[in-house]
Nanobody, 126 residues
Framework: QVQLVESGGGLVQAGGSLSLSCAASGRTFSYYALGWIRQAPGKEREFVAGITWSGSSTAYADSVKDRFTISRDNAKNTVYLQMNSLKSEDAGVYYC???????????????????WGQGTQVTVSS
């Protein structure tokens, strides 16, 4: 089991950047695939980015490709989301999520995660 705590959300102007972090507990962190999922008011949760257990492969929603970057540091039990060129439609609650996936070297945008953080709010002003 893994517990996830997000940080780094806040208010940013359109076109700006924001970096999110998600710290995880547990000695088996490195065997989890990790992802960032967001939810805007009145909308369903949307996959944003995912990364494999080793960090060798990533996946992104088309809406954030070339703007967002997911990365992980297994030594620090942390996953990151660097968000650049933010748009108003990027606003929402961003959740960090994990799925036990040792030695699985790909991540799908449809991956069903098993563990979730409490979320961090991202607000983009125009």
């Amino acid at each position: 089991q893994v517990q996830l705590v997000e940080s780094g959300g806040g208010l940013v102007q359109a076109g700006g950047s924001l970096s999110l972090s998600c710290a995880a507990s547990g000695r088996t962190f490195s065997y989890y695939a990790l992802g960032w999922i967001r939810q805007a008011p009145g909308k369903e949760r949307e996959f944003v980015a995912g990364i494999t257990w080793s960090g060798s492969s990533t996946a992104y929603a088309d809406s954030v490709k070339d703007r967002f970057t997911i990365s992980r540091d297994n030594a620090k039990n942390t996953v990151y989301l660097q968000m650049n060129s933010l748009k108003s439609e990027d606003a929402g609650v961003y959740y960090c999520a994990a799925k036990w996936s040792p030695y699985v070297n790909f991540v799908r945008t449809t991956l069903q995660f098993d563990y979730w953080g409490q979320g961090t709010q991202v607000t983009v002003s125009s």
